[in-house]
């Protein structure tokens, strides 16, 4: 598969138009059409920071998708910690359709989910 199919299945995935995917990445829709038609080659590093911002996918998934990067995945299971997201949000600076999120923002992001999770506890409880 090349890189403009899997381009297309990966917007598509995530529910976005071309527009959508141009408005949130900053890469012009006309670009992206030509992308995924295999009308352009393989974008540059730069062009895909940009659609991995739009796609809220990762960097280095794009990078690996164009052939850039080597494949990072093996046949071993892979273990997974857990991070803990309170503490991930709190050291880390966080970007959210291509805005950098302020101490005050991260501090909100953090209450609605304490609210979340605390009205999904309460739930689970009840039942």
Do not use: C
């Amino acid at each position: 598969m090349y890189f403009y199919d899997k381009l297309k299945d990966l917007r598509k995935m995530k529910g976005f138009t071309i527009r959508d995917l141009a408005d949130r990445s900053g890469v012009s829709a006309a670009y992206i059409s030509q992308l995924e038609n295999g009308n352009r080659g393989v974008p540059s590093p730069d062009v895909l920071m940009k659609l991995s911002e739009g796609l809220n996918t990762s960097y280095s998934e794009l990078m690996e998708i164009a052939g850039y990067l080597e494949s990072q995945h093996t046949d071993r299971e892979v273990v997974n910690n857990p991070v803990n997201l309170r503490r991930f949000i709190r050291e880390n600076q966080l970007m959210f359709d291509g805005s950098v999120l302020t101490d005050a923002d991260k501090e909100w992001v953090e209450r609605m989910l304490t609210v979340l999770f605390w009205k999904e506890r309460h739930r689970n409880e009840e039942a």
